[in-house]
């Protein structure tokens, strides 16, 4: 049985001189999702990511994974996980299977038939030597090792740089089925696309500080959306100007274009009441655009 939360941090702090490379984090990732965490170069995911493998000790604060300290179980915790590093170091004179057989023997043996799976799923090249493949082949190595073990919790940090885009449709499939299976995911990136379709919650990070920690479908609903409306009458500008988060408002007889910040199920009840709605369109804002939001309303609020 998987511990939840899997990852969980107290005031986890880190500085390097005056460099506040992380400040008081306090985090929890539960057990079954996938927790995206977001934030621009230089914002500190890195440093959280190496505190939580205990590669760099904390100025302050304290962090568990899978219920046990960083610090005092690190051996176990290294043991019980899948890591996928920045930057895996791997011996350029062994081939893909050699590399994917030294990490299985540190842990224990592993199911190569679950191996082949992983590496047809992802297009590995296994009998090259790593030191002569592309690195984005050389990431699939990275990944198969981290999945092999079917771990309780994988830990990535930028994993699906390099990797061209089928492959990295078919990596956040994997992703979304640990979470199925009730594991969890920690992912680090930088790519909103990535952590908008695979991610259940998401933690953004900048400057070392947390500044949002929200469930993607949430972050979504914050988002400016563009919707088009066709009524079977035609209506008054008037009704929509008395509606929270709606702005910039067109109508033309039986259409209607307008902005809405807010849940779309507030707008549709308050409309549904009066109106014959006919057809709907709406303008998904992607997380960039939210993303960008927050960013932007953080900065004007501080
Ligand atoms: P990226 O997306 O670019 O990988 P990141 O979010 O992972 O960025 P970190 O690598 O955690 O960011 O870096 C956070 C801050 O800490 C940066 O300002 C970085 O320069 C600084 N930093 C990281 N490691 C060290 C170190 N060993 N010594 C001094 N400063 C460091």
Same mark, same amino acid.
Do not use: C
């Given at each position: 049985?998987?511990?939840?939360?899997?990852?969980?941090?107290?005031?986890?702090?880190?500085?390097?001189?005056?460099?506040?490379?992380?400040?008081?984090?306090?985090?929890?990732?539960?057990?079954?999702?996938?927790? =995206?965490?977001? =934030?621009?170069?230089?914002?500190?995911?890195?440093?959280?990511?190496?505190?939580?493998?205990?590669?760099?000790?904390?100025?302050?604060?304290?962090?568990?994974?899978?219920?046990?300290?960083?610090?005092?179980?690190?051996?176990?915790?290294?043991?019980?996980?899948?890591?996928?590093?920045?930057?895996?170091?791997?011996?350029?004179?062994?081939?893909?299977?050699?590399?994917?057989?030294?990490?299985?023997?540190?842990? #224990?043996?592993?199911?190569?038939?679950?191996?082949?799976?992983?590496?047809?799923?992802?297009?590995?090249?296994?009998?090259?030597?790593? #030191?002569?493949?592309?690195?984005?082949?050389?990431?699939?190595?990275?990944?198969?090792?981290?999945?092999?073990?079917?771990?309780?919790?994988?830990?990535?940090?930028?994993?699906?740089?390099?990797?061209?885009?089928?492959?990295?449709?078919?990596?956040?499939?994997?992703?979304?089925?640990?979470?199925?299976?009730?594991?969890?995911?920690?992912?680090?990136?930088?790519?909103?696309?990535?952590?908008?379709?695979?991610?259940?919650?998401?933690?953004?990070?900048?400057?070392?500080?947390?500044?949002?920690?929200?469930?993607?479908?949430?972050?979504?609903?914050?988002?400016?959306?563009?919707?088009?409306?066709?009524?079977?009458?035609?209506?008054?500008?008037?009704?929509?100007?008395?509606?929270?988060?709606?702005?910039?408002?067109?109508?033309?007889?039986?259409?209607?274009?307008?902005?809405?910040?807010?849940?779309?199920?507030?707008?549709?009840?308050?409309?549904?009441?009066?109106?014959?709605?006919?057809?709907?369109?709406?303008?998904?804002?992607?997380?960039?655009?939210?993303?960008?939001?927050?960013?932007?309303?953080?900065?004007?609020?501080?």
């Amino acid at each position: 049985m998987t511990h939840d939360p899997a990852i969980e941090t107290r005031g986890l702090t880190k500085h390097y001189g005056s460099v506040e490379a992380l400040t008081d984090l306090d985090l929890e990732v539960r057990a079954g999702e996938v927790f =995206g965490f977001l =934030g621009p170069n230089g914002a500190g995911k890195t440093t959280t990511i190496r505190t939580l493998l205990d590669e760099i000790r904390p100025t302050a604060g304290s962090a568990e994974v899978l219920g046990m300290d960083t610090h005092s179980h690190s051996v176990e915790i290294r043991s019980g996980i899948g890591y996928v590093p920045g930057d895996l170091a791997m011996y350029p004179n062994l081939t893909g299977r050699d590399t994917l057989t030294y990490f299985a023997n540190l842990r #224990g043996g592993v199911d190569w038939d679950y191996v082949g799976q992983l590496a047809e799923r992802l297009d590995a090249e296994l009998d090259k030597k790593v #030191g002569d493949l592309s690195s984005g082949n050389r990431q699939k190595v990275g990944l198969i090792q981290a999945f092999m073990n079917r771990p309780d919790l994988l830990i990535m940090d930028e994993p699906s740089s390099g990797l061209d885009p089928l492959v990295q449709r078919e990596f956040q499939a994997m992703m979304r089925e640990v979470a199925a299976e009730g594991r969890t995911v920690f992912l680090s990136s930088h790519t909103l696309s990535e952590v908008q379709r695979v991610a259940d919650r998401v933690g953004i990070i900048r400057t070392g500080r947390l500044i949002a920690l929200e469930a993607v479908a949430d972050l979504r609903s914050k988002a400016m959306r563009r919707i088009e409306f066709q009524f079977s009458e035609p209506v008054e500008a008037a009704v929509f100007q008395e509606v929270d988060g709606v702005s910039d408002i067109e109508v033309l007889r039986r259409r209607v274009m307008l902005s809405y910040r807010g849940h779309l199920d507030a707008l549709l009840t308050l409309l549904a009441g009066r109106y014959d709605i006919v057809d709907i369109t709406t303008h998904e804002a992607d997380l960039e655009e939210i993303f960008l939001t927050y960013y932007r309303d953080e900065e004007e609020g501080a």
